[in-house]
């Protein structure tokens, strides 16, 4: 990667010219720059499937900053559903992932049965990486249309602050990628930047906080909540509940509770900080 301060590149009408090149680099932009911006960094990188990629920073001088709304939102991320929302709004994965997962496979299994260091193997590897940059375009397209309406329609953002990479190296293949398909990492990543452009707040709660067991009606909190029961009867007050529905009001309620009192989320019932756990910043 080739990390270069300005210093190494020119821009000029609006191109791109590495030092000591007369031609502009010919660049396929994602966005137009804002009128009258000069980037102070460029970034060079290639990625494994053989595609350049140029980013730039820039200080926007537009003010993006939406009008403010009422409405606040708890998120629940899921594996069934990608996520879903304390308005009810359920948000699916992609269906269409599977059969890219396909060809992966079977690339992936061509790729190992060449012989080390041959000229078919280098084929083989470009071909895998070009379908895992493919499945990665299309996964960060996909959230970024969701994280945009997200923050158009709300003014406060309640997620739950989970560490993504833990969870996929500590479970069986499958399941892993269930979790890394719904782009958890991404999507909080983009609704955090995003609530920053856009005027929005978005509040991280503790992963550790009981959303799935707790009922949203009353408070009770079940033993124990696995992954297979979809609906459930609280005991105590008798309502019914979707499971990552009542996940959401509970993550809602959480995250406002952190807004105006500045507490850290630590219910009854819920475990004890492991050590070396981020606790949850005040907000102040
Ligand atoms: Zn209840």
């Given at each position: 990667?080739?990390?270069?301060?300005?210093?190494?590149?020119?821009?000029?009408?609006?191109?791109?010219?590495?030092?000591?090149?007369?031609?502009?680099?010919?660049?396929?932009?994602?966005?137009?720059?804002?009128?009258?911006?000069?980037?102070?960094?460029?970034?060079?990188?290639?990625?494994?499937?053989?595609?350049?990629?140029?980013?730039?920073?820039?200080?926007?001088?537009?003010?993006?900053?939406?009008?403010?709304?009422?409405?606040?939102?708890?998120?629940?991320?899921?594996?069934?559903?990608?996520?879903?929302?304390?308005?009810?709004?359920?948000?699916?994965?992609?269906?269409?992932?599977?059969?890219?997962?396909?060809?992966?496979?079977?690339?992936?299994?061509?790729?190992?049965?060449?012989?080390?260091?041959?000229?078919?193997?280098?084929?083989?590897?470009?071909?895998?990486?070009?379908?895992?940059?493919?499945?990665?375009?299309?996964?960060?397209?996909?959230?970024?249309?969701?994280?945009?309406?997200?923050?158009?329609?709300?003014?406060?953002?309640?997620?739950?602050?989970?560490?993504?990479?833990?969870?996929?190296?500590?479970?069986?293949?499958?399941?892993?990628?269930?979790?890394?398909?719904?782009?958890?990492?991404?999507?909080v990543q983009q609704l955090t930047y995003k609530a920053e452009w856009y005027g929005r707040e978005l509040i991280k709660i503790d992963r550790w906080f009981p959303?799935?067991?707790?009922?949203?009606?009353?408070?009770?909190?079940?033993?124990?909540?696995?992954?297979?029961?979809?609906?459930?009867?609280?005991?105590?007050?008798?309502?019914?509940?979707?499971?990552?529905?009542?996940?959401?009001?509970?993550?809602?309620?959480?995250?406002?509770?952190?807004?105006?009192?500045?507490?850290?989320?630590?219910?009854?019932?819920?475990?004890?900080?492991?050590?070396?756990?981020?606790?949850?910043?005040?907000?102040?």
């Amino acid at each position: 990667m080739l990390n270069s301060r300005a210093s190494a590149f020119k821009f000029k009408e609006g191109q791109i010219y590495l030092a000591k090149s007369k031609e502009p680099l010919p660049i396929r932009w994602s966005r137009q720059l804002p009128t009258g911006c000069t980037p102070s960094t460029i970034m060079v990188k290639l990625d494994p499937s053989g595609r350049w990629f140029v980013s730039l920073k820039i200080n926007d001088p537009i003010d993006h900053k939406l009008k403010p709304l009422d409405k606040k939102v708890g998120i629940d991320l899921g594996i069934s559903s990608l996520f879903t929302t304390s308005d009810g709004v359920k948000v699916s994965n992609p269906r269409h992932f599977n059969k890219v997962y396909k060809k992966l496979r079977l690339a992936q299994k061509s790729l190992s049965r060449k012989t080390k260091g041959s000229k078919n193997t280098e084929k083989a590897r470009v071909k895998v990486a070009k379908i895992q940059a493919k499945i990665a375009d299309c996964r960060r397209d996909h959230t970024h249309k969701l994280t945009t309406q997200l923050i158009r329609e709300n003014q406060t953002i309640v997620v739950e602050d989970l560490a993504v990479k833990n969870m996929v190296k500590n479970h069986p293949y499958g399941l892993a990628r269930a979790i890394s398909d719904t782009n958890w990492g991404e999507l909080v990543q983009q609704l955090t930047y995003k609530a920053e452009w856009y005027g929005r707040e978005l509040i991280k709660i503790d992963r550790w906080f009981p959303s799935s067991k707790r009922c949203s009606n009353c408070g009770y909190i079940a033993d124990k909540m696995p992954l297979n029961i979809r609906e459930w009867d609280c005991p105590k007050c008798n309502s019914h509940h979707d499971r990552d529905l009542n996940a959401s009001i509970n993550i809602l309620a959480a995250g406002l509770a952190v807004s105006v009192c500045g507490a850290t989320v630590r219910p009854e019932g819920s475990k004890s900080l492991k050590a070396g756990a981020k606790k949850q910043k005040p907000k102040s």
